[in-house]
């Protein structure tokens, strides 16, 4: 029997969604990088009434919750200007949220989604940290916002380094109090800590999106030779991009801790010896695309 024939019908306009995701990690020189490529010609994000200012870089879309669940339009409105067109944003619209690591189901979805085949086009950047030296970075980050800020304009995330009686806690007492309980559970508070379970992150991204599709970046690389962590991107991207990385959003104050205490190092290196271990081994057995580092290089931890 003949099967009948049915008008083919259009399938819907894609909805054309950022060609680039910088998805972290925190506290790893990610906005050095976005900062170069924003200057360099990548189109940043739209920031919105009443968004603060450093949605220009980050849209946190992915990883909060009211953001998700407003969908892939919502997201996409963030890239769209008067004279940007589909094809812009096929190739130079950058979105640098730095917390979108954890998040690789959410993005899988949101680009199924937006349709166009662009799950299979989107470009990943991943830059990783040695977790003690990123997690210092993350508490400086939090005391210096919770000296600078009033209490009404800190969030459940600055406040993680808040002791009861309103001061700043130490590192130390951070790392006991905070990092390590955090590093137990899988959800809940702590979620910034947690972005050092690479090996955990990481098998998520290569099972939701092609190897090839993510570059993997050292920061010890970007910090020490950041020409050639300038060449892997620029390959990565297929395109030139000028200017050159430069130190971005180091919060430098007097309170500022350049080295963890002994101790703290000795806690915190204790549970991420064997994490760290687990993604050397990852990416031994998932290459990644050819500009990228290969063997990863181990990482330096602070002395
Ligand atoms: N060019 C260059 N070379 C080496 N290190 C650099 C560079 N640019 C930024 N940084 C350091 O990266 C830390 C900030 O990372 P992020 O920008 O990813 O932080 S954030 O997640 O966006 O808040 C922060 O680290 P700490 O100084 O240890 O806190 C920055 O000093």
Redesign the pocket.
Known sequence: MMEPEYPSRPSPAPTPLPAVQLI?????????V?DWLFEGGFQRPLVFEKEPWFYS??VHFFDTDHRYHQGAEFYAKRFQSDNTTPMDLQSTALD?T??TLPFADRVRATYESAGGQQVKKVKIIV?L?EPV??E???Y??LAFDCRRLPSSERNDWHNQAVKDDGSVMSFDDFVMERSLPALERETGPGRSTRHSLYATHLRKWFELFDRSQILVLS?DE??FH?EKTQERIQSFLGRTVPGS????????NSY?IALPSRDAKQALAGVFATLNEELYQLLDSNPGPPMEQRPFPRFQEPP
């Open positions: 972290g990690a925190q506290k790893a020189g990610t906005s050095a976005a870089k980050e640098a730095p917390d830059i940290r030296s990123r210092l970075s993350l400086n980050h920061y970007l910090r950041p990385l430069r130190r971005s959003n180091s919060n430098d500022k």
